[in-house]
T-cell receptor, first 114, second 110 residues
Framework: ETGVTQTPRHLVMGMTNKKSLKCEQH?????MYWYKQSAKKPLELMFV???????ENNSVPSRFSPECPNSSHLFLHLHTLQPEDSALYLC?????????????FGSGTQLSVL | GEDVEQSLFLSVREGDSSVINCTYT??????LYWYKQEPGAGLQLLTY?????DMKQDQRLTVLLNKKDKHLSLRIADTQTGDSAIYFC??????????FGAGTTVTVRA
């Protein structure tokens, strides 16, 4: 148990659907992240929230929309996705302000876009 | 983001040592990390090294850092079947971001 919980574990959606991924951290951290993991590619940082403010948006298409209502919860809203968006989406949290940045990851949501 | 590169696959016999290599480009890296991802799970921090160190040993794990060549390696002694996983190298520069490689899939064969 890493203290970071992601739901759902698996998601299959059509290109016209709207769905949301949810992440919750129980570690009292002040930063949360969305990463995209595709086979044979570097882990891709999508969004970073620090103290509930979005501080990073790495040129992610607008069909991905993050939301951080409080420091414990993070959502990724999905709409009109493309098949190439199929991947494992990982949420992570950390306590910023320390020299050693330790990320704690959830188990991910395996997304398939048909 | 900064580039972190690592080989994609490594096959090793049980009981042998595994060596996973990584190169990075960011000369301002302060910490370098190794994360492990077991099947169906997220990444877990395995070990890390501060950029002013050359080596760090932690039980079966040895991390070597060559800052001049921007080369990081992870050696796992007496590799066991439970070590089969994907290993990610990551570096952190002076900002808060971690840059990850694509991961090395280590397969331990009997």
């Amino acid at each position: 148990e890493t203290g970071v919980t992601q739901t759902p574990r698996h998601l299959v959606m059509g290109m016209t659907n709207k769905k949301s991924l949810k992440c919750e951290q129980h570690l009292g951290h002040n930063a949360m992240y969305w990463y995209k993991q595709s086979a044979k590619k570097p882990l891709e940082l999508m969004f970073v929230y620090s103290l509930e403010e979005r501080v990073e948006n790495n040129s992610v298409p607008s069909r991905f929309s993050p939301e951080c209502p409080n420091s414990s919860h993070l959502f990724l809203h999905l709409h009109t996705l493309q098949p190439e968006d199929s991947a494992l989406y990982l949420c992570a949290s950390s306590q910023e302000g320390q020299g050693l940045e330790k990320l704690f990851f959830g188990s991910g949501t395996q997304l398939s876009v048909l | 983001g900064e580039d972190v590169e690592q080989s994609l696959f490594l096959s090793v016999r049980e009981g042998d040592s595994s060596v996973i290599n990584c190169t990075y480009t960011d000369s301002s890296s302060t910490y370098l990390y190794w994360y492990k991802q077991e099947p169906g799970a997220g990444l877990q921090l395995l070990t890390y090294i501060f950029s002013n160190m050359d080596m760090k040993q932690d039980q079966r794990l040895t991390v070597l850092l060559n800052k001049k060549d921007k080369h990081l390696s992870l050696r796992i002694a007496d590799t066991q079947t439970g070590d089969s996983a994907i290993y990610f190298c990551a570096d952190r520069s002076n900002d808060y971001k971690l840059s990850f490689g694509a991961g090395t899939t280590v397969t331990v064969r009997a």
